[in-house]
C-alpha cells in the first residue's frame, strides 16, 4: 500500500535577466508511489529536479500544479502538526536543521519539548536510545556541530528526525559530502532504521552505487521526467532506457 503518492506534479521557476523573464520547468507530469516501508531512490545527474521533488514531497514548497496524497488524504501546505510530524526531511547540509551556535542537545531538545513527543523527564533517556541506535552517545549533545564531523552530524540530522517519530523519512543527498566508508555507514544505518522502524523512506542519490546498496526500488529522473522507474535488480540487470544505461556505466562510487 502506498503511503504517500505524487500526481501530475509540474513546478517550473523564473529566470530573471536583466532584458526578460522566462520560465524554467523543472518537473514535468511526475507521478510517482512510496510504499509503506520501503525504500524508494530518486536518482539523476544534477539539475534533473531531484530536489525540487523533494521539497515538494516534504511539503517545504508547493507545486504549481498536481497532488500529494498521505495515507489517503490530499494534503496541502501548511500541514496539520501531526501530519508536519509525520514527513521529515534530511539535508544533505546538516546545518539546515543543527543551528551552529546551539549545541546538538539545545537544536534536538527543542522540537521534542514543543511537540511534546515525550515527557520531559523522559526525554535524554529517550534521545540516548536513539544516540545509541545510530552509533552516538550523550556526550555527542554537549558540542556544536562545527565539533563534530561531517559523518557525526549526519547522524545527529538523522537522530533528530527520529525523534519526532516520522512515518516518511526524505533523505535528501545525504552521503553526498561524505567519504565513502562514511557513506556506506550511513547507508547501513538508514537500512536498520528502516527494518526496525518500518517507517518509508525516499532516497535521493545521484550515486547509483549507493543506491544498489539500499534501494527496493528505483525511479530515474532526467530534466524534470520520470524515465524509468523498477525494482532495483531490475533496473541494474535489465535497464530499458538508453539514460539509465548511460548512469549505469558510469564510474559507481562505492564499488
Ligand atoms: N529556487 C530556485 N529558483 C530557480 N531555479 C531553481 C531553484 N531551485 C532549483 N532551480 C533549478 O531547477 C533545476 C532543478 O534543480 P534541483 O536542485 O531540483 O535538481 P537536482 O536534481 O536536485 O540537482 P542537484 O543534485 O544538483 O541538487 C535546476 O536547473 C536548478 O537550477
Redesign the pocket.
Known amino acids: 500500500m502506498s503511503i504517500l503518492e505524487g500526481k501530475n506534479i509540474e513546478k517550473s521557476?523564473?529566470?530573471r535577466t536583466f532584458l526578460k523573464t522566462s520560465h524554467?520547468q523543472?518537473l514535468k507530469d511526475i507521478h510517482l508511489e512510496l510504499e509503506e516501508g520501503e525504500i524508494l531512490a530518486l536518482v539523476?545527474?544534477?539539475?534533473?529536479?531531484?530536489?525540487?521533488?523533494?521539497?515538494i514531497l516534504g511539503f517545504l514548497i508547493d507545486p504549481d500544479q498536481g497532488e500529494i496524497i498521505y495515507k489517503g488524504r490530499s494534503l496541502k501546505r501548511p500541514l496539520d502538526r501531526q501530519d508536519r510530524l509525520d514527513i521529515q526531511m534530511v539535508f544533505q547540509d546538516p546545518f539546515m536543521t543543527l543551528h551552529p551556535r546551539k549545541t546538538v542537545g539545545q537544536s534536538l531538545y527543542e522540537p521534542l519539548r514543543l511537540h511534546k513527543i515525550v515527557q520531559e523527564e523522559d526525554i535524554k533517556d529517550y534521545l540516548a536510545g536513539l544516540l545509541n541506535q545510530c552509533g552516538l552517545s550523550l556526550d555527542h549533545l554537549d558540542r556544536y556541530p562545527r565539533a563534530l564531523s561531517g559523518g557525526q552530524l549526519q547522524r545527529l540530522n538523522i537522530v533528530r528526525a527520529l525523534s519526532l517519530k516520522p512515518k516518511i523519512l526524505i533523505a535528501?543527498?545525504i552521503i553526498t559530502a561524505l567519504d565513502t566508508p562514511i557513506a556506506l555507514e550511513i547507508i547501513q544505518l538508514l537500512k536498520e532504521i528502516r527494518d526496525r522502524e518500518k517507517i518509508s523512506i525516499l532516497f535521493?542519490s545521484?550515486d547509483l552505487a549507493s543506491v544498489r546498496r539500499i534501494a527496493d526500488r528505483i525511479l530515474v529522473?532526467k530534466d524534470?521526467e520520470i524515465l524509468e522507474r523498477g525494482q532495483t535488480q531490475e533496473i541494474f540487470q535489465a535497464p530499458k532506457n538508453a539514460y539509465t544505461k548511460k548512469l549505469l556505466a558510469s564510474i559507481p562510487r562505492l564499488s
Do not use: Q
Not at 44 to 55: D, Q
Open positions: 521557476y523564473k529566470d524554467h523543472v539523476g545527474e544534477s539539475g534533473s529536479g531531484k530536489s525540487t521533488l523533494a521539497n535528501d543527498e535521493i545521484h529522473m524534470g
